[in-house]
């Protein structure tokens, strides 16, 4: 009913920038809170940053400074841009979204399948 696709992940040297995009499609009536969180090799999964339809975003403090959250809520998008990449950046991002589906008037939140970003020179 409703796809998560997100892209522009990769391998980049340190102090390198990256943005990762998200675009939700599908039965969408309306989206809430988007967000991105990352999974690092033997850790948890963790809340990178998250953004709500008004534009308010908050951030995990490892990233404050460093990585800004937007949207655009006609494109059902959210981006993600990096910039001063650390190798300890490197992880499995996944984006979120908390969507109020039209094909059965309910809320529920999805995932995207991840995508790969690398820091390491």
């Known amino acids: 009913q409703v796809q998560l696709v997100e892209s522009g992940g990769g391998l980049v040297q340190p102090g390198g920038s990256l943005t990762l995009s998200c675009a939700a499609s599908g039965s969408i009536f309306s989206i809430t809170s988007m967000g991105w969180y990352r999974q690092a090799p033997g850790k948890q999964r963790e809340l990178v940053a998250a953004?709500?339809?008004?534009?308010?975003?908050n951030y995990a403090d490892s990233v404050k400074g460093r990585f800004t959250i937007s949207r655009d809520n006609a494109k059902n998008t959210v981006y993600l841009q990096m910039n001063s990449l650390k190798p300890e950046d490197t992880a499995v991002y996944h984006c979120?979204?908390?969507?109020?589906?039209?094909?059965?008037?309910?809320?529920?939140?999805?995932w995207g399948q991840g995508t790969q970003v690398t820091v390491s020179s």
């Open positions: 953004i709500t339809s008004g534009g308010s975003a």
């Open positions: 979120n979204a908390y969507v109020g589906v039209s094909a059965g008037n309910y809320w529920q939140t999805f």
